[in-house]
């Protein structure tokens, strides 16, 4: 006899039916999926002699003091349904670009997501992917390579789209996204554990630490926005440990994190959006998913209770909210 687990969630999704064994190599899968083999540790590379972070245009004198308040934006407290540029508007500028920004915010979005890495000399860079190959087409990895490299290359050289350049796109410094966002809230993404002090220490330089959460997918780069007091998103960790506490029916009292900024599914598992929005709700915690890009998604995900679309199409599904809204 093989047995057969069947999740316990109703919330309108297909429901996963296999083995038990199958579903844990599954969630192992999506634990591990894009994470390092090996976290080097680049400490040397990252402060300056006096403990001060490098990797920004400019630095506050003396060594840095981490302690920050809680986030207080539409993203903790939101008011409506929220509509998120995923990178930008990437589906109609090159990602993570300063043009990308831009055009989501001359869009109407009501915050924006962005991915953060840090160069072989210690600067804090707004990118996705370890390579630039995807983006720019020369392959540099971004932790082997120096600013100076890394800035003579167009961020635009693959985009598809419909986008005529007047200068060349460069891969942005987190200093200038910040700056250029202002007042707007942001989701940044630490892809690896050694960006998440550079990105706590340029929201203290920019005033940002209040509308700002600090995710990522590995645990300890959450865990360094926890300890400094800023909110964070949901790591993968924290999510398959929601997935676990699913599938035995065992609500959680508390959560250590500030939003659920997650998919609806990963390495084939798909995740109990409902209840995690019925959770979330009644520990006043939103959920933010990512990444949807058609009207039709968008309203399937609020009405069941999601807070935040992310999109690389935001303002397809700026029109929808507007639909939804009357307005």
């Not at 060594?63 to 407290?77: A, E, G, N, Y």
């Not at 720019?136 to 635009?156: F, K, N």
């Not at 891969?171 to 966002?181: H, M, R, Y």
């Amino acid at each position: 006899m093989v047995l057969k687990l069947k999740t316990p969630w109703r919330d309108g999704t297909t429901h996963l039916v296999m083995s038990p064994l199958e579903f844990m190599q599954r969630l192992a899968a999506w634990a591990t999926e894009g994470a390092p083999v090996r976290q080097s540790s680049r400490r040397s590379k990252l402060t300056m002699p006096d403990g001060r972070l490098r990797g920004l245009s400019h630095h506050a004198g003396g060594p840095v003091t981490l302690s920050f308040p809680v986030t207080m934006s539409i993203l903790i407290h939101p008011g409506q349904p929220l509509v998120i540029g995923h990178r930008g508007a990437a589906a109609v500028r090159p990602e993570n670009t300063l043009p990308s920004f831009e055009h989501a915010i001359d869009l109407g979005v009501d915050a924006l997501e962005f991915d953060v890495r840090i160069t072989a000399d210690g600067v804090a860079v707004v990118h996705h992917d370890a390579s630039t190959a995807r983006t720019c087409g020369d392959d540099l990895l971004i932790e082997r390579s120096t600013i100076e490299q890394l800035r003579r290359l167009d961020a635009a050289t693959t985009f598809t789209g419909v986008y005529a350049p007047v200068t060349q796109t460069v891969i942005p410094l987190l200093d200038e996204v910040l700056a250029l966002t202002r007042d707007m809230p942001v989701i940044i993404e630490c892809k690896t554990v050694d960006a998440a002090p550079a990105v706590l220490w340029a929201l203290r330089l920019h005033g940002a630490t209040r509308r700002a959460i600090v995710g990522s997918f590995l645990h300890d780069a959450t865990r360094h926005a926890r300890h400094a007091g800023v909110s964070s998103g949901a790591s993968r960790r924290d999510v398959i440990a929601l997935v676990l506490r699913g599938l035995l029916r065992w609500a959680p009292r508390q959560l250590p994190y500030a939003a659920m900024c997650i998919p609806e599914a990963s390495s084939g598992v798909r995740l109990p959006i409902g209840r995690f929005v019925r959770w979330g709700h009644a520990l006043g915690i939103p959920v933010h998913i990512w990444t949807v890009n058609t009207a039709a998604d968008a309203n399937r995900l609020w009405d069941l209770g999601v807070t935040g679309i992310i999109s690389d199409d935001p303002g397809t599904v700026l029109a929808a909210r507007a639909g939804r809204c009357g307005g």
